[in-house]
């Protein structure tokens, strides 16, 4: 695929599937899904993608045992391409950073996808190459990070710990008015999608909703 690779060697195709529904899988990432000798993925994905058993197609889902997937990949590239499907975007909080650490990035190609955080915002037709994207899920942002500042607009991923109801409160601790517009945007592209308009102060009489994108407008900003 890449021009500039040595010819027979192998490499890690690193396929963003998007934010879940295949439809906002690029066609690139399907074919190299569809003809991969060895695939490894998420469980869900896999059930999703995967051949049958008998196809001969090698697998492994992603755990936590990251080492153990980073072997079963070095296992096989000395004699396939191995194909890596990752959620969203791979450029965007996925298995990347860990491949880059492990093997060298001319071994590797990205075929980007479209991320949550990306669908988020096309949803609400609202411009985000201003916006703030930062991660609540397995971290917690810096607080210089999450500081109010007029006109910001945040773009958050969360996890079942920081929630709608969680980080409202962090949020107005670090100064943002009370009276901010936040999106909560679940299930994006599934046929139960739902996005709620609320703000920070009144999020908590919504249902909790976990791992879900959060969009923080700041009131005085014109975009909104």
Not at 9 to 31: D, F
Not at 70 to 99: C, E, K, N, T, W
Request: charged share 15%; with cysteine.
């Amino acid at each position: 695929m890449d021009k500039a690779v040595k010819a027979g060697e192998h490499h890690i195709i690193v396929a963003g599937i998007g934010p879940g529904n295949p439809q906002y899988m690029v066609p690139a990432a399907q074919a190299a899904i569809r003809d991969a000798e060895v695939l490894v993925g998420g469980r869900r994905a896999l059930a999703q993608f995967a051949k049958p058993a008998a196809s001969g197609q090698q697998t492994m889902a992603v755990t936590r045992d990251i080492p153990g997937v980073m072997a079963f990949i070095g296992g096989h590239l000395p004699r396939h391409d191995v194909v890596v499907m990752v959620s969203g975007d791979p450029g965007y909080y996925s298995l990347l950073d860990a491949l880059r650490r492990h093997f060298p990035p001319d071994r590797i190609q990205v075929i980007p996808g479209i991320s949550a955080m990306q669908l988020a915002f096309a949803r609400l037709a609202l411009p985000w190459h201003e916006a703030t994207l930062l991660s609540f899920h397995g971290r917690r942002p810096q607080d210089a990070q999450l500081a109010y500042r007029p006109g910001r607009i945040l773009g958050l991923l969360t996890d079942t710990h920081y929630t709608s109801h969680t980080i409202p409160a962090i949020l107005m601790a670090a100064g943002w008015p009370s009276d901010t517009t936040l999106y909560i945007c679940s299930r994006l592209s599934y046929e139960d999608e739902a996005i709620i308009a609320t703000t920070l102060a009144k999020a908590a009489e919504q249902e909790e909703a976990a791992s879900v994108v959060l969009i923080a407008v700041s009131p005085d900003n014109s975009s909104a």
